[in-house]
């Protein structure tokens, strides 16, 4: 491999935000933000909205979407004036 081309490969931590869940693993992935983990550790912390401990296919559980919202704002962007 050539040196200095690749990016650094280090322990970060993801959060659900729905569920509070959170894992350590490693990622290129970084942020500027710092969680203390329960090894005493401080690791960069990313922040992620789907993780298997929220996703509807693995808890069983469905989840209010605002597609309502999203449509309305696609409509009121593309509307043809008449």
């Not at 912390?45 to 789907?50: G, H, S």
């Amino acid at each position: 491999m050539k040196k200095d081309i690749h990016p650094e490969y280090k322990q970060v931590i993801f959060q659900d935000t729905q569920s509070d869940f959170m894992f350590l693993t490693r990622s290129t992935m970084s942020s500027k933000e710092k969680i203390k983990w329960e090894d005493g550790n401080e690791y960069p912390l990313i922040k992620i909205e789907v993780s298997s401990a929220s996703h509807p296919f693995y808890t069983g559980k469905k989840i209010f979407v605002d597609t309502a919202g999203r449509v309305e704002k696609f409509n009121r962007r593309y509307k043809k004036d008449k």
